[in-house]
């Protein structure tokens, strides 16, 4: 596992052994950043379910400004730490030892906005994509932010998130990346 592109491109990343975590590939985390991207001009990404910290790595190595990791796992936030000192991103990243719907509510009472959204639970958790829905109610995604959730063929995922639509949907295997984007005309609660 390795960084894509960007600033960081091609150092390597550690991923952590066993079953609690299911690392996305290179192959469709390219496929995923080409279609959301592939480089941005600043902004706050969310990481739910951080893993390795892959996707928010990325993220940073593609332009976003900060990053907002959250991983309940300890090996998993090692891990992520380590991915972070390495890539040198320690300073633009804040990581939270929590379960993903305590961070959501923490986050709404906190408030903040968020201009991309990475839901990557594990597949067997299919009810935590509905957290994609309680942070675009609460005005915490910007207006022309995306949703990016990655789950099993078997999950149906709805046709909106609050004022983000579903955009793309593209399989790869036994994997399926949905994109929701839009709400271009709503509040930027940034």
Request: hydrophobic fraction near 35%; include cysteine; glycine fraction near 16%.
């Given at each position: ?11 390597q ?7 609690g975590t ?6 469709v ?16 990404v969310?990481d739910?379910?951080g ?16 990053a907002?990791?959250v ?9 992520i730490?380590?991915?972070?000192e ?14 993903a719907?305590r ?5 709404i009472?906190?408030g903040g ?21 309680e942070l675009?109610?609460?005005g ?10 990655e789950?099993?063929r ?7 998130y ?29």
């Amino acid at each position: 596992m390795r960084v894509i592109s960007g600033e960081r491109k091609g150092t390597q990343l550690k991923s952590v052994t066993g079953t609690g975590t299911r690392p996305t590939s290179d192959k469709v985390k390219e496929s995923l950043f080409n279609m959301i991207g592939p480089y941005f001009t600043g902004g706050v990404v969310l990481d739910l379910f951080g893993g390795s910290g892959g996707l928010a790595i990325e993220a940073l190595s593609r332009g976003m400004d900060r990053a907002v990791i959250v991983e309940k796992d300890g090996r998993a936030l090692s891990a992520i730490r380590d991915n972070l000192e390495k890539c040198r991103f320690t300073g633009r990243a804040e990581l939270f030892r929590s379960d993903a719907a305590r961070a959501v509510q923490a986050t709404i009472r906190k408030g903040g906005a968020f201009d991309l959204v990475f839901l990557d639970p594990p597949y067997a958790r299919d009810t935590y994509y509905g957290l994609a829905g309680e942070l675009a109610e609460a005005g915490l995604i910007r207006a022309g932010g995306r949703i990016v959730c990655e789950h099993d063929r078997t999950v149906e995922l709805p046709e909106s998130y609050g004022g983000f639509r579903k955009e793309k949907e593209h399989v790869y295997g036994g994997t399926v990346i949905t994109i929701y984007g839009g709400n271009e005309e709503g509040e930027n609660n940034g």
